[in-house]
């Protein structure tokens, strides 16, 4: 992921949201908003917030989880903060299931560069799919199997 845009991690991949909080958190320091799902490498970088600010002056990575289960008005909120920040740092919305299609059917889709789909397939053996994503559409699909 680059330094900026949104990425949409489903299926519960916390191994992969454990590495990109444990890469930004070396440099930086990174906000999650909502539970802590994981634990950092670098504990004293990460912040840790249940609702999500109006309006911040530092930007900083940003992990929001559980968008999909949340009420409209906390959807709007996380919404507004968005088009606020992805342009000037990473954001991450982390969701435990799997909400492909509903990611296309919601407002948040106007604003992801990355869908990361993670699915477990069989014993040993899981598969992500990157998803590029440019005003809604796919333009470039990869992936990647991970053997346990």
Sequence with gaps: MEDKGVLLLIGNPRWLLKILVDKWSREK????FGKLIISPQH??????HSDIPSSTTD?????IEGYFDRKD???ERILTFISNNYRKAPVIIYEEKYYFKRAFKSKLCHYLSYIAAYK???VNFDKIEIF???NCK????SIYIRRL
């Design 29 to 32: 320091k990174v906000i999650i």
């Design 43 to 48: 504990p004293k970088n990460v912040i840790i």
């Design 59 to 63: 930007i900083y990575p940003t992990v």
């Design 73 to 75: 008005i906390e959807k």
């Design 120 to 122: 477990r397939e069989t």
């Design 132 to 134: 590029k994503l440019e």
């Design 138 to 141: 796919i333009i470039n699909r």
